[in-house]
Each structure stands twice: as structure tokens, then as C-alpha cells.
């Protein structure tokens, strides 16, 4: 498992050819990449991982233009460790 504090050490990491399974990712991130555009980003490069979003706001509530496609996992904070499990297996397909 590897973790990163912002969208660009995330790439950073994805571009070492580490296999990932999943991006877990809250929608808000420091930086000048959030979330969604760092799972857009990802997905193009590797279609196949899962990815997981999570956030305080509600996914219809999210700030700014961006909106999380409807197939997309989701899970709100505070979450149990039992529904992070649950969307993990979700993603994982």
C-alpha cells in the first residue's frame, strides 16, 4: 500500500509501474489537482483500476463545476471501516 498526500506524488507513485489496484481519494486535495481530475488523469493511464472517492460534502454537493460520473464509488466521511472494506470490494470488481 503506498500513500500519498497529494495528487502529484500520487502520479509521482503511479509513474514507478508499482501495480495499483485502487485510488482512494477524497475529492478535496491540497494542491492544484483534486480528486476527480486526479482519477480522470489515472483512469486514462490505467483503465482498469478501481477507483474510490470519498468526502465530507454529499457526491451531488460537490464544490466547484465537477461532478462524479454515476458509476462511481463513493463513500462519505465519517465511514466505518466496514463501508471502506465494502467500496474496496466494490472497486476491486
Do not use: W
Request: charged share 25%.
Amino acid at each position: 500500500m503506498a500513500i500519498a498526500d497529494n495528487a502529484k506524488k500520487a502520479l509521482e507513485y503511479m509513474a514507478t509501474g508499482d501495480p495499483v489496484d485502487v485510488l482512494f481519494t477524497d475529492i478535496e486535495l491540497p494542491g492544484d489537482i483534486n480528486g476527480i481530475a486526479l482519477a480522470n488523469v489515472v483512469r486514462k493511464r490505467f483503465p482498469a483500476i478501481g477507483v474510490v472517492f470519498t468526502s465530507g460534502y454529499s457526491p451531488d454537493a460537490v464544490p466547484g463545476d465537477q461532478r462524479l460520473e454515476e458509476e462511481r464509488i463513493f463513500v462519505a466521511k465519517p465511514y466505518s471501516r466496514e463501508a471502506l472494506a465494502r467500496a474496496i470490494k466494490a472497486a476491486l470488481g
